[in-house]
Each structure stands twice: as structure tokens, then as C-alpha cells.
């Protein structure tokens, strides 16, 4: 079974005006820019939650492999301390979680077919976090992604990809936390 690998970035960006997100929003695109320079990335996306969360932003990475976040080229240009000042002293919760899946069952549910999860404009990611070990099984039609590094904030992680967000129904159960994030751009992809 092969698997897939995903940085996951979660955080909140507390703004009051449109032009401090639109600032957020360029200072991302421009990061996001950066870190497909670095060999092992492979594509990004980042979303919005669209209800009360405590970290509605998501910026979603592919990689060839974990040891991509171990590499030179990754460490000596990115991580927490790469991000400009004037942006990370607003920052809050912000959480790191590598992730891996197996490619069959993210296909299941409505990835690509090697794997990778693609959200259109108009869909929506869903992800079920299983909080602790102890916490019920994930739900069914969700891919597994065990957390395998970085902050390990939540014990297991489940995906899904709805191509038409309106529809998204997010079930969960006893020490889950369900979130729908809507993509913010189209995938961006190594050129």
C-alpha cells in the first residue's frame, strides 16, 4: 500500500479590516510560493472555515515523504521562524501536523486517484480529528491519516474531499472535532 504525505498548517489570523487579510492573504500566496521551490513539495492549498473554529485557516501541502521536512533546502529556508515578523506576531494557534494516508483510501473519498487531495473552487475539505487514542473510532467515510510528526496535536486525522461544499454533511462522535474548510484558490502545483 502506498502512502501519501501532507504538512498540515493550521492557525487563526484575528484581523478587523479587509485590507489586513488581503495583506495576510498576499504575505501567503508569497510563502506558499517559496515553499514549492523546495524539493519535496509537490503541491498547496489553503482554505477558510466557514463556522466558529479555534484555527480557520489551512494551508494543506503534499510532500514525497516526511523526511522532505527533515532536508536542508527545507530547514535552512522555512518553518515557524522563516515567517515575517509582521505576520507571525499575529499568528495564533498555530499548529504543524505531518500526516499519511494510504492513496487508495483517499481516492475513496474524492481524491485523485494517487492519492492526493484537490479541492475545487465551490467543494469543501472535511476533516474529523480524533482529539486522543481513547476518543471513538473515526466515522465511516473519512481516509485515515495517522499523524506521524511535527506538533502531533491530534491523535488520527480523517479527510474527505465534497465537490459541492452546500452539501458537505459532517458527522462525528465522542472526542472528534468536524471542521469544513473551503478553499481559498485552485490547487497550486511544482511547476
Avoid at 503541491?43 to 463556522?51: G, L, N, P, S, V
Avoid at 527533515?70 to 499568528?91: C, H, I, L, Q
Wanted: glycine share 10%.
Amino acid at each position: 500500500m502506498t502512502a501519501t504525505t501532507y504538512y498540515m498548517v493550521e492557525m487563526d489570523y484575528p484581523h478587523e479590516t479587509e485590507a489586513e487579510r488581503a495583506a495576510f492573504d498576499g504575505f501567503y500566496d508569497k510563502h506558499i510560493s517559496m515553499l514549492l521551490t523546495i524539493p519535496g513539495f509537490l503541491t498547496a492549498q489553503r482554505f477558510y472555515c466557514d463556522e466558529a473554529a479555534r484555527a480557520p485557516f489551512l494551508a494543506l501541502y503534499r510532500l514525497v515523504g516526511p523526511e522532505v521536512m527533515d532536508s536542508e533546502a527545507y530547514t535552512s529556508k522555512a518553518g515557524r521562524m522563516s515567517v515575517d515578523p509582521a505576520f507571525r506576531v499575529n499568528m495564533v494557534d498555530w499548529d504543524r501536523n505531518l500526516a499519511q494516508g494510504a492513496e487508495a483510501d483517499i481516492a475513496a473519498v474524492g481524491g485523485t486517484p494517487d492519492g492526493g487531495i484537490e479541492v475545487a473552487m465551490g467543494g469543501a475539505l472535511v476533516l474529523v480529528d480524533r482529539l486522543v487514542e481513547e476518543a471513538a473510532p473515526l466515522p465511516g467515510g473519512y481516509a485515515p491519516l495517522a499523524v506521524i510528526g511535527l506538533d502531533e496535536t491530534v491523535a488520527q486525522r480523517g479527510v474527505k474531499v465534497v465537490p459541492d461544499a452546500g452539501t458537505a454533511e459532517i458527522g462525528g462522535g465522542h472526542g472528534h472535532i468536524v471542521r469544513r474548510f473551503l478553499p481559498i484558490h485552485e490547487i497550486r502545483k511544482l511547476a
